[in-house]
């Protein structure tokens, strides 16, 4: 099994419509991520949480909004879709203090917003 | 603004040779610089870093080299296979965030 899941791998939603991305870990790690990845504009931070009471805004927070439900998940929201939205989205975890191991990331959503 | 400036967004090597991509910043809070490696349908994975107080590190026939005064950064790799044909990013990291490149396609033809 992945040490990060993302669910779903692939979505097709309608402008307007609120949907949920779902992020689980199995690594144990403390910190998550979610990033957005755009052709051209590589990875930019939506939100990012140090623990399942600290929730922070990232460079591009605008219409998302996210969950820390327990240490291993975390989810991302877009309460009304919209087309610009469309893009791939990476959760990614990391612990603290250990910064120099990098991220684990996900295999990614595609979100396609019509 | 983009934090870190990567180049070029493509890239198409022959087999055996040197694939070379580049990474420029300006924040000099920046204490550590990642690249990483993603193959289609996969996320990004840790490739290899180095720290500001060191010029080049070595992992295979992966390469950094760090030129802390020009504020620039590449990532060589030497003898380049189909198999490393994928995105690269490099990143910098300043406190707890990690600031992201732009990625290049690398393409290595057999």
Not at chain 2, 9 to 22: A, F, H, M, P, W
Not at chain 2, 23 to 29: H, P
Request: hydrophobic share 30%; charged share 20%; with cysteine.
């Amino acid at each position: 099994d992945a040490d990060v899941t993302q669910t779903p791998r692939n979505r097709i939603t309608k402008t307007g419509k609120r949907i949920m991305l779902e992020c689980s870990q199995t690594k144990g790690h403390d910190r998550m991520y979610w990033y957005r990845q755009d052709p051209g504009l590589g990875l930019r931070l939506i939100y990012y949480s140090f623990d399942v009471k600290d929730i922070n805004k990232g460079e591009i927070s605008d219409g998302y909004s996210v969950s820390r439900q327990a240490q291993a998940k975390f989810s991302l929201s877009l309460e009304s879709a919209i087309p610009n939205q469309t893009a791939l989205y990476f959760c990614a975890t990391s612990k603290g203090g250990q910064a120099l191991y990098g991220y684990t990331f996900g295999s990614g959503t595609r979100l396609t917003v019509v | 603004q983009q934090q870190v400036k990567q180049s070029p967004q493509s890239l198409i090597v022959q087999k055996g040779g040197i694939s070379i991509i580049n990474c420029a910043y300006e924040n000099t809070a920046f204490d550590y610089f990642p690249w990483y490696q993603q193959f289609p349908g996969k996320g990004p994975a840790l490739l290899i870093a180095i720290r500001p107080d060191v010029s080049e590190k070595k992992e295979g026939r992966f390469t950094i080299s760090f030129n802390k005064s020009a504020k620039q950064f590449s990532l060589h790799i030497m003898d380049s296979q189909p198999g490393d044909s994928a995105t690269y990013f490099c990143a910098a990291k300043t406190g707890n965030q990690f600031y992201f490149g732009t990625g290049t396609s690398l393409t290595v033809i057999p």
